[in-house]
């Protein structure tokens, strides 16, 4: 069983930076931080980032260069620190974990995920 709390986002302004925060219980494989924006259903869900348990880690092209994860092991928290925001990154992120290995799927695909944080608004404004 898998657990997320997912404290912080908030608002800033174009070109601003914001840090996100999950702390997780349990043991997953894979943590995912995921994006939708606002009214648009979860079937447009967007990967944005995901660190797999032996370190590797996987961008969306439309962050790359501006958004990093990282994770504190001892502490069970996944970082997503995201610089030059636009307005475009406004959406709801959600910190996800995979409890089970991949069976094929991406570490960008939210079938690949069977736990989900309660999310947070990230607004940018112009």
């Known amino acids: 069983q898998v657990h997320l709390v997912e404290p912080g986002g908030g608002s800033v302004e174009s070109g601003g930076s914001l840090t996100l925060s999950c702390v997780w219980t349990?043991?997953?494989?894979?943590m995912g931080w995921f994006r939708q924006a606002p009214r648009a259903p979860a079937r447009e869900r967007e990967g944005v980032a995901a660190i797999e348990q032996d370190g590797s880690i996987d961008y969306a092209d439309s962050v790359k260069g501006r958004f990093t994860i990282s994770q504190d092991k001892p502490k069970n928290t996944v970082f997503l620190q995201m610089d030059s925001l636009k307005p475009e990154d406004t959406a709801n992120y959600y910190c996800?974990?995979?409890?089970?290995?991949?069976?094929?799927?991406?570490?960008?695909?939210?079938?690949?995920?069977?736990?989900w944080g309660q999310g947070t608004r990230v607004t940018v404004s112009s």
């Open positions: 996800a974990a995979a409890s089970e290995v991949s069976h094929g799927l991406g570490p960008l695909e939210p079938s690949r995920y069977n736990y």
């Open positions: 349990g043991d997953p494989v894979c």
